[in-house]
């Protein structure tokens, strides 16, 4: 097969002459912390040095302001039935009709499933990317918006940085680990003066809609873009890996997994991935603080060689 336009997904091919690195992140327990605050096991791994309640009572004001967002914006009560793996799993039956005057809750959609509703329920995701990229901004109010930010640092000071540490992880990441990048429309952060790009995906075994959100809230949307968001909810982690691996079937792609749960670990093994295991307890280096881009390094290494990871890390 020539250059396959599929497993590129557009990229020029004197980009795809680049080497890329794909970073294939989980996100409860990892990116952010949310679980483990609701059930306490965050807090108990501290051995009483964190307050528990404290942290169920942060969770349970991020679990109400999720659930909102979802309703009132993002057409959850209409399609939490029908979730799909990704944004663009329907695009095929897109049409591409103007939706400025649409009447999203005038049009019918629901059962049966069948072309039609496939349609409509593609509508709904194509407003949805375009809401997620405009951001949260472009549909809060300064006084949510001013609650959201309190609450971000609330809970960032009550995780000891976890949430800002994991974010500027996500960054590096992002811009390979050098000082300046360029964002494609694709999604793609490529590095100046970097013979690497540098891709980062979510694969959540949540459903789409409110991981979608919850990137929104914990000011993930600006790294992970909207095409980039993957659900295992209803396929699973593996099919979810194996979809990921013909989108960016190419020899110069690298892909690492990191997350804390057993079923991308038993995913990342099957597809004979790197896995960097998250462990949120005091102490460890697969955490946040304490995550660094050697580490990655030394896990890509591990699995495709040692070849140029010294200059990437430079």
Same mark, same amino acid.
């Given at each position: 097969?020539?250059?396959?336009?599929? &497993?590129?997904?557009?990229?020029?091919?004197?980009?795809?002459?680049?080497?890329?690195?794909?970073?294939?992140?989980?996100?409860?327990?990892?990116?952010?912390?949310?679980?483990?605050?609701?059930?306490?096991?965050?807090?108990? @791994?501290?051995?009483?040095?964190?307050?528990?309640?404290?942290?169920?009572?942060?969770?349970?004001?991020?679990?109400?302001?999720?659930? @909102?967002?979802?309703?009132?914006?993002?057409?959850?009560?209409?399609?939490?039935?029908?979730?799909?793996?990704?944004?663009?799993?329907?695009?095929?039956?897109?049409?591409?009709?103007?939706?400025?005057?649409?009447?999203?809750?005038?049009?019918?959609f629901g059962p049966p499933y069948d072309d039609s509703n496939n349609r409509k329920l593609a509508y709904r995701h194509r407003f949805i990317a375009h809401r997620y990229k405009q951001g949260l901004h472009s549909f809060l109010n300064q006084e949510m918006i001013k609650d959201l930010d309190e609450l971000y640092d609330m809970?960032?000071?009550?995780?000891?940085?976890?949430?800002?540490?994991?974010?500027?992880?996500?960054?590096?990441?992002?811009?390979?680990?050098?000082?300046?990048?360029?964002?494609?429309?694709?999604?793609?952060?490529?590095?100046?003066?970097?013979?690497?790009?540098?891709?980062?995906?979510?694969?959540?075994?949540?459903?789409?809609?409110?991981?979608?959100?919850?990137?929104?809230?914990?000011?993930?949307?600006?790294?992970?873009?909207?095409?980039?968001?993957?659900?295992?909810?209803?396929?699973?982690?593996?099919?979810?890996?194996?979809?990921?691996?013909?989108?960016?079937?190419?020899?110069?792609?690298?892909?690492?997994?990191?997350?804390?749960?057993?079923?991308?670990?038993?995913? @990342?093994?099957?597809?004979?991935?790197?896995?960097?295991?998250?462990?949120?307890?005091?102490?460890?280096?697969?955490?946040?603080?304490?995550?660094?881009?050697?580490?990655?390094?030394?896990?890509?290494?591990? &699995?495709?060689?040692?070849?140029?990871?010294?200059?990437?890390?430079?």
């Amino acid at each position: 097969m020539g250059e396959s336009t599929s &497993v590129t997904n557009g990229f020029s091919q004197s980009r795809m002459d680049q080497k890329i690195n794909v970073y294939i992140w989980d996100m409860d327990e990892t990116l952010i912390l949310l679980k483990s605050l609701l059930n306490g096991t965050y807090a108990e @791994a501290f051995n009483g040095l964190k307050n528990v309640q404290e942290g169920v009572e942060i969770g349970k004001m991020w679990e109400k302001h999720i659930l @909102a967002l979802c309703d009132d914006h993002f057409f959850y009560e209409q399609i939490e039935n029908y979730n799909k793996p990704s944004l663009d799993a329907l695009s095929q039956y897109d049409d591409g009709q103007n939706l400025s005057d649409y009447d999203f809750n005038q049009d019918g959609f629901g059962p049966p499933y069948d072309d039609s509703n496939n349609r409509k329920l593609a509508y709904r995701h194509r407003f949805i990317a375009h809401r997620y990229k405009q951001g949260l901004h472009s549909f809060l109010n300064q006084e949510m918006i001013k609650d959201l930010d309190e609450l971000y640092d609330m809970t960032d000071k009550y995780t000891d940085r976890w949430l800002s540490s994991a974010h500027i992880f996500l960054e590096e990441c992002s811009a390979g680990h050098k000082k300046t990048s360029l964002v494609a429309a694709d999604g793609i952060n490529e590095s100046s003066a970097s013979k690497y790009q540098h891709i980062n995906l979510l694969v959540t075994s949540g459903s789409l809609i409110p991981s979608l959100v919850k990137c929104l809230l914990f000011r993930l949307n600006n790294m992970i873009t909207d095409e980039n968001v993957y659900s295992s909810w209803e396929v699973g982690k593996l099919q979810c890996f194996q979809q990921i691996k013909v989108r960016f079937n190419h020899p110069n792609v690298r892909f690492c997994v990191i997350g804390d749960g057993w079923e991308e670990c038993e995913a @990342a093994q099957a597809m004979q991935w790197p896995l960097v295991k998250i462990d949120m307890r005091p102490g460890g280096s697969h955490r946040f603080p304490g995550l660094t881009s050697r580490t990655l390094g030394f896990y890509f290494s591990v &699995v495709y060689g040692s070849s140029d990871v010294e200059d990437e890390e430079e």
